[in-house]
């Protein structure tokens, strides 16, 4: 097997210049305003899903969150600890629970939201009101894309042979 001689340059590839940028994204805004709370990016995560939820079963929070289970597991045990979060038995699930924010979680939620956006819009002020409709479209076009090509094709490793 040899290798191809197709120039490749990771650097321009676009799915790794996304992962990229938004772990930069993610990792600058945590530190803007989150960590001043003790709050971490996995911890940001699961208050931002349950703030916009409101009540939302554990089950679940994985998949929204774009993090496996026992990441998101220790998060919660932190919040929990924080006593930002509490916990209710799930009556139409046994297997999960129920999250909803503590009166201390929703004074912080209400803070960091504030923060995160007022954080966003000066990230994004780099662009003029046009180039950020269009910037917000082509992102949603993508994710179209991908989600429509992934339920048009069967799921395999992408080690097989062509």
């Given amino acids: ?33 989150a960590a001043p709370f003790n709050v971490s990016l996995a911890e940001w995560r699961i208050l931002a899903t349950i703030g916009q939820a409101g009540t939302i079963s554990s089950r679940g929070l994985p998949d929204r969150t774009f993090m496996d289970k026992s990441k998101v597991s220790r998060a ?35 803070m960091l939201i504030k923060l995160a956006q007022n954080w966003e819009a000066d990230l994004l002020s780099i662009f003029d009101e046009q180039e950020r409709a269009i910037f917000i479209e082509s992102l ?15 799921q395999t490793s992408g080690l097989e042979k062509n």
């Fill in 140 to 154: 949603a076009k993508l994710d179209e894309k991908i989600r429509t090509s992934d339920s048009q094709q069967p």
């Fill in 1 to 33: 097997m040899t290798i191809s001689d197709k120039k490749f340059e990771l650097e321009n590839y676009l799915p790794y210049q996304l992962v990229k940028l938004a772990k930069k994204v993610a990792d600058a805004g945590n530190t803007e305003f």
């Fill in 76 to 110: 919660l045990i932190k919040l929990e600890t924080k006593k930002l979060i509490a916990r209710e038995p799930n009556n139409e699930d046994n297997r999960s629970v129920l999250l909803k924010f503590t009166p201390g979680g929703i004074e912080l939620y209400n």
